[in-house]
């Protein structure tokens, strides 16, 4: 009697705390397996959930296996009342170590394949692509060259301590909605990370290398940006938005930063590295 009712005030705070956890989350949010965002924010947030949502679901199911497995072996196979000794003692059992082999192989293989697919379709390059942008990461802000408009704009590192730190002054990335678009990263001084939340993607950015992300936002609206690499000492203020309108918002805003002088294209000129002997183009080939 003793032994149920402890085991019935060990149970009612697991309860309690479960109810307030699903009641927290919406159908959305628990669909998408608590990832951040809207569905669709780009046309590659769809499979990304997709895949990790699947893999959830996939090892939920075999944790339950395993689960249901332990504690069958835990009750039917216990020491009885009045039983002494060791039981029958077993070296091996080759259908056993056999299905503890295979199964977690084909597993991996599994995973493996479906990550390698995605991350195919996510990387492929589009040779044309209807925006392209130059994002150059440096401690600790953002400087953005549209390509196609021959205007950019250099962000300065935030604060939050006034106006000039402001939310609104974050150093802000335009991009058309339903337009095809390639991000060319690279880095100023040191290795930083190009992140945007909502997007579910983000890549590393090198000095002296150029990498590439291609994609198509799909729904307008504001969407946080952050450095996912640390950078140094103010890397928690390295951030930005990014803000997805109309193809009519995004030609003002080119001609906003044209009227303001951001006229060209910011170059490697305020680098930090230029005394290494990789950024001798004789020496890199």
């Not at 809207?38 to 990304?48: A, E, F, K, Q």
């Not at 689960?67 to 835990?74: E, H, N, P």
């Not at 996912?228 to 890397?235: D, I, K, M, S, V």
């Not at 080119?254 to 230029?274: E, H």
Request: overall charge neutral; proline content about 5%.
């Amino acid at each position: 009697m003793l032994k149920k009712r402890g085991l019935k005030w060990a149970v009612l705070p697991v309860a309690a705390s479960l109810m307030l956890l699903l009641s927290g989350c919406s159908q959305q949010e628990f669909s998408r397996g608590f990832l951040p965002g809207v569905p669709g924010v780009t046309n590659h947030t769809d499979r990304i959930t997709g895949l990790w949502t699947t893999s959830w679901i996939v090892l939920w199911g075999i944790g339950l296996i395993a689960w249901g497995l332990m504690f069958y072996a835990v009750i039917v196979y216990r020491r009885r009342k009045g039983e002494t000794g060791l039981p029958p003692q077993l070296r091996y059992n080759n259908p056993i170590e056999t299905m503890f082999t295979v199964v977690p192989l084909i597993i991996t293989i599994g995973f493996f394949a479906f990550t390698a697919r995605d991350m195919a379709a996510i990387q492929e390059p589009n040779a044309n692509p209807d925006v392209t942008i130059q994002v150059i990461a440096k401690q600790w802000s953002w400087d953005f060259n549209y390509v196609d408009g021959n205007v950019y704009d250099s962000g300065i590192q935030s604060q939050f301590d006034g106006e000039l730190g402001s939310e609104a002054a974050l150093p802000t990335l335009y991009l058309p909605v339903n337009k095809s678009v390639k991000l060319d990263l690279s880095s100023r001084d040191v290795i930083h990370s190009f992140w945007v939340i909502d997007f579910l993607y983000k890549k590393d950015m090198f000095p002296g290398r150029t990498n590439h992300m291609y994609f198509t936002p799909q729904v307008e609206g504001t969407y946080k940006g952050k450095c996912a690499e640390l950078c140094g000492e103010f890397h928690s203020m390295m951030l930005f938005n990014v803000k997805v309108v109309s193809q009519a918002e995004y030609d003002a805003h080119l001609a906003a930063l044209a009227a303001a002088g951001n006229v060209g294209q910011l170059d490697n000129k305020y680098d930090r590295n230029q005394n290494l002997p990789g950024d001798n183009p004789e020496i890199r080939g």
